[in-house]
């Protein structure tokens, strides 16, 4: 560990610890244990937020599929910070067809999260319309709860109810970041829910003609919104650094459907 402060790169210290007499398994988590340590004490020093664990696929050996229990869902594309996956296959047609028709008749006008009071309220930044769904609500609902759990590791009472959201030609969702804003007077009420949102899964329920991407302007990313296929983001701390300041594109023709998945840090109740 010393070695680390004097300046030697990881593997080299990690080498030498095995050449010591070190099991690898043990050594390698040694090793992580004591750079995050270093990495936290740094971000605590330039007044960032702790990091909590965050949800995250099993990717170590980059597979091509990942079993989500009863569907083998496709890794299509990962970037490490942001930490950004997409998925393939997550739902079927069907199953979209079946979330867009049990969510058509609730739709409103979207409210998000009023940070500066814990309540909710219109956004002029959201132009799309939206419903949430309780947990479990609906066999459709339930087992795309479960697959995502699955999928990213996470417990599935932490999430959220899915919220679907229905864009019209112009709608978009300007670029946010999905954390509660520690600073804001109400987040403190939001947070007794079940702590931070630490990662987000948007699922996409049609294939929009043009337009309506999930944009991340940070990194200049543009995820396309194909039917089935799914973005998912962590952010280990609510701070900008985190780099997942991330947007709904204009929808230029056709329509966009999408059912979001918010995860907490604890049981969402
Ligand atoms: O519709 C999207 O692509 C989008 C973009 C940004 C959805 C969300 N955020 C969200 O639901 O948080
Ligand atoms: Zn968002």
């Given at each position: ?108 006008r ?27 609500e ?28 229905h ?16 600073a ?13 949102r ?39 701390r ?32």
């Amino acid at each position: 560990m010393q070695q680390a402060q004097a300046g030697y790169s990881a593997p080299v210290v990690l080498q030498s610890m095995i050449d010591a007499g070190w099991d690898e398994t043990v050594a390698t988590e040694a090793l992580e244990n004591t750079l995050r340590g270093h990495l936290e004490e740094a971000a605590r020093s330039k007044g960032l937020p702790p990091a909590s664990k965050v949800p995250e696929p099993s990717l170590a050996d980059s597979p091509l599929f990942l079993d989500a229990g009863d569907r083998q869902v496709h890794v299509l594309m990962t970037m490490a910070r942001p930490r950004v996956v997409v998925f393939g296959n997550l739902l079927s047609g069907e199953e979209c067809d079946a979330i867009i028709e049990a969510a058509r008749p609730r739709m409103a006008r979207s409210l998000t999260v009023a940070t500066q009071t814990g309540g909710e309220e219109l956004n002029a930044d959201r132009t799309s319309n939206g419903m949430f769904f309780s947990r479990g609500e609906n066999a459709v609902v339930a087992r795309l709860e479960a697959r995502i759990a699955r999928l990213i590791t996470w417990p599935l009472e932490n999430g959220e109810g899915l919220q679907v959201l229905h864009y019209r030609p112009g709608a978009e969702y300007k670029p946010h970041h999905d954390y509660f804003d520690p600073a804001a007077p109400g987040t403190p009420t939001i947070l007794r829910r079940g702590g931070q949102r630490v990662g987000t899964v948007v699922v996409y329920l049609n294939d929009p003609e043009k337009g309506g991407g999930t944009t991340f302007p940070d990194v200049q990313l543009e995820v396309a919104p194909r039917r089935g296929n799914a973005v998912f983001f962590s952010y280990e701390r609510p701070h900008a650094s985190t780099q997942t300041l991330h947007g709904g594109a204009p929808v230029v023709a056709g329509e966009k459907w999408i059912a979001t998945k918010w995860l907490r840090e604890r049981e969402f109740h």
